[in-house]
T-cell receptor, first 113, second 115 residues
Framework: GDSVTQMEGPVTLSEEAFLTINCTYT??????LFWYVQYPGEGLQLLLK?????DKGSNKGFEATYRKETTSFHLEKGSVQVSDSAVYFC????????????FGPGTRLSVLP | EPEVTQTPSHQVTQMGQEVILRCVPI?????FYWYRQILGQKVEFLVS????????KSEIFDDQFSVERPDGSNFTLKIRSTKLEDSAMYFC?????????????FGAGSRLTVL
């Protein structure tokens, strides 16, 4: 079945450092890909998405590019802030193969001042 | 911005008791979901609901679980006889569509602690 793998962390960075969180997927169809973020004590919020190969999703300085050839959707940010400290979940959705989203295990990011 | 609202935010219950978790999805959304997240673990799909019936469910969603949309706004998850391993954060989500542009909007979650 479909699955998502991501680096589990925790990842600890200093403010203004460059961030990469790797995400790779396995899917039988052509999924849409998402990054969700969970701030402490809160629910999951959509950060960005991409629905087809070579699409780039971006939001709040974060970017991720849908790479079909490497089945990847790595999350990047050029300069992280303390307020970016959260858990980041990579997820896929393939409507052709069911209604549910498949989430990765999440990566905890801590940004130190 | 429209929100998915969940109540209660935290419930503590004794093993074997029934629990109902409530959700108010975004008003013009048609698809509803429950997910759960055991502490420190991944977010797991439980069930999806459309047109007043379950459209898909996972292996986790056994006979102890049920969902209902009792009126035009609420979407509930019932656990008939809770077990210790049901302790988790339960997230409700809704979406407007089910095509490739589908985005799930999640609530803040209901933390269930079973003693």
């Amino acid at each position: 079945g479909d699955s998502v793998t991501q680096m589990e962390g925790p990842v600890t960075l200093s403010e203004e450092a460059f961030l990469t969180i790797n995400c790779t997927y396995t899917a039988t169809g052509y999924p849409s890909l998402f990054w969700y973020v969970q701030y402490p004590g809160e629910g999951l919020q959509l950060l960005l998405k991409a629905t087809k190969a070579d699409d780039k999703g971006s939001n709040k300085g974060f970017e991720a590019t849908y790479r079909k050839e490497t089945t990847s959707f790595h999350l990047e940010k050029g300069s992280v802030q303390v307020s970016d400290s959260a858990v980041y979940f990579c997820a896929l959705s393939d409507p052709n193969y069911g209604q549910n989203f498949v989430f990765g295990p999440g990566t905890r990011l801590s940004v130190l001042p | 911005e429209p929100e998915v609202t969940q109540t209660p935010s935290h419930q503590v219950t004794q093993m074997g008791q029934e629990v109902i978790l409530r959700c108010v999805p975004i008003s013009n959304h048609l698809y509803f979901y429950w997910y759960r997240q055991i502490l420190g673990q991944k977010v797991e799909f439980l069930v999806s609901f459309y047109n007043n019936e379950i459209s898909e469910k996972s292996e986790i969603f056994d006979d102890q679980f049920s969902v209902e949309r009792p009126d035009g706004s609420n979407f509930t998850l019932k656990i008939r006889s809770t077990k210790l391993e049901d302790s988790a954060m339960y997230f409700c989500a809704s979406s407007a569509v089910t095509d490739r542009s589908r985005v799930l909007t999640f609530g803040a979650g209901s933390r269930l602690t079973v003693l």
